[in-house]
Every structure is written in C-alpha cells, then in structure tokens.
C-alpha cells in the first residue's frame, strides 16, 4: 500500500505541463501584459488613421490643431463670453480659464515627466506628409491638447449648460485633430480627455457653489 501522504501519481503535474507555464509566450498574470496588449491595440489604431486617406480632412485637421496650440482656441472663445456675454460671461469665461490653469500645472509638468511615452513615429506609419504638423518635444502620454480641451468645455459647460454640447464636440474635434495629424496615439488624447474632463466638472462645482454663495447673501 502507498503511504496515505504521498500524492497520487496523476495528481503531479507532469514536468512538460510546468514548462509550458514557463515558456516566453505563455499568458501571465499582472498588469503587464494587459497594458502590453493595450499598447498593442493603441498602436494599430493609429496605423489604421494613418493609411486611411481623407483628402478632405487633412487640412482643416492640421488648422484646427493649429489653433489649439497653446490653448489659443479656448482663451479666444473666454474673451468672447466675457465681452459679449454680461456677468454670466464673465463668470463662466473665468471658470474655462481657471479649468485650463490648473490642468495645465497638472498635465504638463508631473503627468508627462512620470509618463515619458515616446512620440508616435510617423514615418513608419506612413502618416501623409498633407497632415503633418511639428512633432512636439514634450513626451506624448497624456496629450495636453485634448485635456485642455475637455477641461475647458467641462468647466464652462458646467455652468452654462447650454454650452455643453458645442464645446464638447470642438474638444473632440481638437482630440482626434492630434491623431490625425501624428502627433499622438488614441490612448493619449483619450487618457487626456478624461483628465481635462475631471478638473472642468471639478472647476464647475466649484464655480456653481460660489454662485450661489454670492446670490444667497443678503441685498
């Protein structure tokens, strides 16, 4: 009789089984390999916008990216409403600039240096000359023109509802304006999207809340 500790033969797991766990290609666990597969299906994307030729949309792309720079875009869109727009112009156009602030100090000092995702390479993914515009310096991950963007438009939007939707689709705009035109991957502006989105909903209840404070108080 076996000894009533020893394993059954076939409970062992037989030594090519154990190898195979081992092997390079084998499925392992952590977040690694999810982040490597999504890298994977960021990169394809974008490979797939790049050969995918739209003549009609390679110049208005490369000109409304253009004026995205910098958030030339947003400012000029704050000073409109605060000159035309009375006290609630002015109001919601501080809220969009105060939004653009602080995701500015966010995005593009800690987030990009922790982050240092590499440039999209252009050349190898055939990206038509039409579209190009300058590669920025600065890493590539989160992109700050899509987090501007969003940010903007969740602050002001925020407050004035009724601008929600038209921000919301020119930010978008802008987002895919920087796939279009090379200079970031999907993930980048959609990451930087969310971000931009989080502080103008955050600027915005604050901006509702001093609002209130201020029409509370007795005449």
Request: charge should be positive.
């Amino acid at each position: 009789m076996s000894d009533a500790n020893e394993l059954p033969k076939e409970v062992a797991p037989p030594a090519s089984r154990l190898a195979s766990r081992l092997e390079p290609g084998a499925p392992r666990g952590g977040l690694k390999p999810i982040l490597d597969e999504l890298g994977e299906v960021d990169l394809a994307v974008y490979r797939a916008i790049a050969t995918t030729p739209t003549p009609h949309l390679d110049e208005p792309m490369r000109r409304l990216t253009g004026l995205a720079n910098h958030s030339k875009l947003w400012l000029g869109a704050a000073a409109v409403m605060a000159t035309v727009g009375g006290r609630t112009g002015r109001r919601v156009a501080a809220a969009g600039v105060v939004a653009l602030g602080i995701n500015s100090l966010i995005v593009n000092v800690p987030l990009k240096i922790v982050a240092r995702r590499t440039r999209p390479d252009r050349d190898a993914a055939q990206v038509p000359l039409a579209r190009q515009v300058a590669m920025p310096l600065s890493p590539s991950f989160p992109s700050g023109h899509s987090a501007s963007g969003f940010a903007f438009a969740a602050a002001v939007g925020g407050t004035l509802p009724v601008t929600a939707a038209p921000l919301r689709l020119v930010a978008s705009a802008v987002a895919y304006s920087r796939v279009h035109t090379g200079v970031h991957y999907p993930g980048d502006v959609i990451v930087g999207a969310l971000i931009g989105t989080t502080i103008g909903e955050g600027v915005a209840v604050v901006s509702r809340w001093l609002d209130h404070r201020r029409s509370s108080r007795p005449a």
